[in-house]
């Protein structure tokens, strides 16, 4: 969640239309046009101008007071006669956190994937074989930390998706873990993805159980999913299962995506898997569009030309950022 200068809350999707408005504006490429949407797109909503404030700050309220910090330790450090002349150094410290800043806001990810076990950059999947013979196969940007003890194996997924196929141990049970919800193998392949507050889980042979993740979680909510099954957990809370087509949901374990009357926001959140950066959607008519047809999974410049040709989208490629723009009248 998003809050502007004087604590209000900003929704997310109004802060990555300023965020996107203000890469825009500092784009050396920016046309009179541009600047004129902007105009428009800023006069007569305070709620506007306040995410467009808010997104200048960033690199300040990230940048600048780190850069002081460490400039003010270092000349409490350094005598006195020389406390002025590294002057470049504080310039320099200030660049390296603007810059950290404005990777960490491209490229969220970044964090999860450096402290995980197994980790796959965006735009690169990877098959792997664990000690006791089970195989996962992990999609782009995900990160998965990996328990093998003899009394369980558990797998956490800090971020992203990921496919399982278990080989079946008895004495040791097989779990993985992901946000609010744990998932217990009873024989499978299934997969397990991750994305902000929500987790999916998708059965393509076997079963698994479905539970929320802590103490507090009960037999009661406990939900056993089939083959060709899935169920979605939403901040903590679960759905009920539905009957899916797991071929075609885990297309992307074969490297394809398939979309059936996919919103611009599902869209969006494989876009960013396919490659680094932001992917952004704005618009009052984004709601309306859907995609559907069948993709490769390491190609994003065909995917986007569909969004072009076939739903008239406005595509624009900023550098670390792509913005989504759909019309309400299209």
Excluded: N
């Amino acid at each position: 969640m998003v809050f502007d200068d004087k604590g209000r809350e900003c929704d997310d999707s109004l802060a990555d239309e300023a965020m996107a408005w203000f890469l825009t504006m500092k784009d050396p490429g920016a046309t009179e046009a541009d600047r004129r949407r902007f105009e428009a797109w800023l006069q007569g909503s305070e709620e506007r101008a306040a995410a467009f404030a808010e997104a200048q700050a960033l690199w300040e309220d990230v940048g600048v007071p780190a850069g002081l910090m460490a400039e003010r330790e270092r000349q409490r450090k350094t005598p006195r006669r020389l406390a002025k002349a590294p002057a470049w150094a504080a310039a320099a410290c200030l660049l390296l956190m603007v810059s950290l800043a404005a990777g960490l806001w491209r490229d969220p990810g970044i964090v999860d994937r450096w402290l995980a076990d197994l980790a796959t950059p965006p735009g690169r999947s990877q098959a792997v074989t664990l000690d006791d013979g089970s195989r996962l196969f992990l999609d782009a940007d995900s990160a998965v930390d990996v328990e093998m003890t003899a009394e369980r194996r558990q797998l956490t997924l800090r971020r992203g998706r990921l496919w399982v196929d278990v080989v079946s141990e008895p004495e040791r049970a097989f779990s993985v873990v992901a946000g609010e919800a744990t998932t217990q193998v009873l024989g499978t392949r299934f997969a397990v993805e991750r994305h902000a507050g929500e987790v999916r889980v998708t059965v393509e042979e076997g079963r698994v159980a479905v539970s929320p993740t802590g103490d507090r979680s009960t037999e009661a909510q406990r939900t056993t999913l089939e083959a060709d099954q899935a169920l979605a957990i939403h901040h903590g809370a679960m759905g009920a299962p539905r009957d899916v087509d797991a071929s075609v949901r885990l297309a992307w374990t074969r490297g394809q995506l398939i979309f059936d009357r996919a919103p611009l926001g599902e869209v969006a959140e494989q876009l960013e898997r396919m490659a680094y950066g932001r992917v952004l959607v704005t618009g009052e008519g984004s709601a309306a569009h859907r995609l559907s047809g069948s993709f490769p999974a390491d190609d994003p410049g065909a995917l986007l030309d569909a969004l072009e040709a076939s739903l008239g989208i406005d595509v624009r490629r900023l550098p670390g950022t792509v913005w989504l723009s759909a019309s309400a009248d299209e």
